[in-house]
Structures are given as C-alpha cells and as structure tokens.
Nanobody, 126 residues
Framework: QVQLAESGGGLVQAGGSLRLSCQAS????????MGWFRQAPGKEREFVAA????????SYADFVGGRFTISRDNAKNTVFLQMNSLKAEDTAGYYC???????????????????WGQGTQVTVSS
C-alpha cells in the first residue's frame, strides 16, 4: 500500500507558475513510475505527465507544450510538477499516482496506476 499526499495547488493568474509536490510513503519509491493527472468538473481524468521509476525518462501530454516539467527526488520520496505559463484551461484538480508494475513503458492512462492521492486544486484566473 502506498499513500500519496499532494500539495502546492492554489489560485494563480494566467501566465503565472505553480509547483506541485507529491509525497509518497514507503521504502520503494524509486522503483515506481510516477504520474500526474488532472480532472476538471464534468470531464474525465486526463494524463498530464509521468516520470520513469529511476528518473531520466519522462512523458507529457500534448497540451503541455513545454510549459510543465516533471521531476522526482527519490531520497525524499517526492515527485514534482513545475507548471509555467498557466492558462485558464489548466484549471482542474491535479492528482499524483503510482504505477508499481515496474514495466519499461510509461502508462498515459489512469488504468495503469494503482495508487492515487487526494488531489490538489489548481485555479487559473484569466
């Protein structure tokens, strides 16, 4: 069982930045691929970014367009999502998730992740 706790969300003006953090429990954090998803009201949860279990390889949704950066600090069991040039359409609840399977492929679908945090709200005003 892995527990996740996101933080760093808030209200920001369009064009601004936020840095989300996700702290994970457990002693095998470095062996997990970590992902960030988001969900806006009335919409399905969608993939934002993911980072391979030992770092180095990353994957991003097309809409990110170079604005977001995912990173991890395995010594602190933490994954980050740096979000720059935020837009009103980025407004959503942001969730981190764990893929514990140890596969080479980075999953871009919610079904590939077994553990989820409670989420942190990001609101971008235009």
């Amino acid at each position: 069982q892995v527990q996740l706790a996101e933080s760093g969300g808030g209200l920001v003006q369009a064009g601004g930045s936020l840095r989300l953090s996700c702290q994970a429990s457990g002693r095998t954090f470095s062996s997990y691929t970590m992902g960030w998803f988001r969900q806006a009201p009335g919409k399905e949860r969608e993939f934002v970014a993911a980072i391979y279990r030992y770092g180095g390889r990353t994957s991003y949704a097309d809409f990110v367009g170079g604005r977001f950066t995912i990173s991890r600090d395995n010594a602190k069991n933490t994954v980050f999502l740096q979000m720059n040039s935020l837009k009103a359409e980025d407004t959503a609840g942001y969730y981190c998730a764990v893929d514990p399977r140890g596969t080479w492929a980075i999953s871009m679908t919610p079904s590939g992740y077994a553990y989820w945090g409670q989420g942190t709200q990001v609101t971008v005003s235009s």
